[in-house]
Every structure is written in structure tokens, then in C-alpha cells.
């Protein structure tokens, strides 16, 4: 499956992508046989007006098809059933809390390993703990594997201890509160922080003092502070832990430390530091959360503490495979550049 194969604009809490109504479609006429294998699929036209959706929505439906061998492209004739759906051994429920470049990197992984033995449905909760309790409870007996993100203010340990031990993937955030033996693939968000620090400070020597910018709405955020705060102590760093950037205090010799959800701290703090003519990584330094190829070229480049989201889902695919628990911290890296 293809990186465009998920829309920003169409994921819908609550509901299955848009683009999987249309291969449900498909796989219902032909096993219903109002269609045969040989016969041509009606025109992307006809489904406009069958199904209300859009033509870009279609032929992301009709790529899913073709990729899964189910249906054929003709040149200049259309589509045409080429076989009957794929009887796979296992049907996986991924919960996503959003889509972003992580989520994404760890869909294709996972996708990319499970495509011959797996149907993949893809939903969302948007951390919203209504939607998130029933798309769960909806779903409890429609499939073999649960794969799930939390991140969720309330408690979920309830909700998610009514998933078979065996069947239950969380991933992400190691969510406390859960029975049975089950896979988690987590990120140990204090000791990752100490970590990097440690491997940093040579880098943050040259800084007087150490921020860390954590979000109240960050579910994570105490981890995070945990693994600053011990960092700082044992290092007799100064130090300070905000909630928001704030430009009372904003001076040279900061260093900042950002885990917003949209980057925006990251945004604010640069044009903080281009309206005082300070050069980033020389005058202020930063070190943001998750690597993307924008973070690779700001600036010149933005240091990174970064989880490999590959990794986590090519072990949650060799859990599945193997029929085996597995329950590890995933790896964290740092990479410096020139922000710091």
C-alpha cells in the first residue's frame, strides 16, 4: 500500500477510511456473485453515484484492490475481478490517537510485513475517550489482533482489559493497569530523556541553563519531566520546566527541550530567536521530539530526540507472525545537528 493511501482530510473518528467502504463494496459483489471472476467492475462514474464518494477516494479504494490481487487494470477498459478476496489468517484493529509522519512510518512498517497473512482496518480516536471506548467494544469479536495507542486523559486500562490478553498489542505509551500476558512496544519516555541528555552534554555545556518545555494536555509529559528533572540534579544543571514558551526569560544561553504536538513550540521559539538576531546553536540552542525531513533542513538542521517508529512496527509484526507476547522498550536515537 502506497504513502497516499490515507488521507489527512478523510480519517473520521468512529468510522472505518472512506476508501475501505469502497473494497468492502467490491468484495461484497463478488462474493455475492454480481460479479465473476473475468467481468469488469463498474465504472468509476457508477460508483460516484453508488457509493457518494469522491474519485479520489475511489481509486485509492481500486489501488488497495489491485495491490491485494483482487481486481486487475486494463489498459483503456477498466477493472476487471481477477480473483476472489484474500482468505488471510489474521484481521488486525489498529487504533491510531492521529495520523501523522510517526504514525504514518509505523502503518507502512507494519502493513508492509503483514500484507500477505493480514487485513489491516485502520480507525481513530482522536483522544476522545467516547470514541475510543466504542470503536473497542464495537469491534471485540471482529478480529484477531488489537494493535492500540492511548494517550488518553482518562484511565483506558478498563476498556483495554476487555481485549484477550493474547489478542492485545498496545503500542506507543506503556499503559499501566493491564492483566494477562500481552505485547507492548513502548517508548520509556523518562530514561529515553536521560539518555539523550547524557549523550548531549557535552553539546549543552555551553548553555547556562536547560528548559523544558512540557505541554499540560501531553499525557507523557510527567515521564518526560521525570527523566529531565533526575538529568538535571545529578548534573547540577540549571534548569526550569514550562508549560508553554514563554518570552519573559527568553535570553542567550537557553537551551530548550519541545514535545508539542504540531511543532509549534518549535516555530515560536525560532522566530523568538530570529527577532533577537540570536543564531540557534550558538546563542540558543533546541532539541525537539520525532524526526521529520522538515526538522532535517530548519535551520540548517534541528537536533532530535527521536523513537524508530519502523522498529516498533516490525516487532509488533513478528509478535503477530510468531504468535508470541513480546513486551521491550523501543529504541530511541539521538541525532544532533547544528540547533544545538
Known sequence: MKTDLIPENEPISGQRMKYLQLVDHVNQLIDSEQ??????????????????????TLLRGLNHLLEKGIIEAVYRKGYYVKKRSVNHSFRIFLLLDKMNVMRDRFYHTLFDQLKDVANVDVYFHHHNFKVFNDLITENLNNYTHFVIVTYLKEDSSE??????????IVIDYHQSGLEGNYTAVYQDFENDIYDALSELKKSLSKYQKLILIAPNEATHARHVADGFLRFCMEHNVDYAIQHQVEENGFKKGNAYITFSRYDTDDVMLIKMARASKFKLGEDIGLISYNDSAVKEILEDGITVISTDFEAMGATVSKAIKSKEQI????????ILRKSL
Do not use: Y
Open 35 to 56: 460479479l465473476h471472476l473475468g467481468e469488469r467492475l463498474p465504472s468509476l462514474k457508477q460508483f460516484e453515484k453508488d457509493l457518494g464518494m469522491s474519485k479520489e
Open 159 to 168: 476498556v483495554l482489559n476487555r481485549i484477550p490478553a493474547q489478542k492485545r
Open 327 to 334: 513486551v521491550m522498550r523501543n529504541p530511541t536515537h539521538v
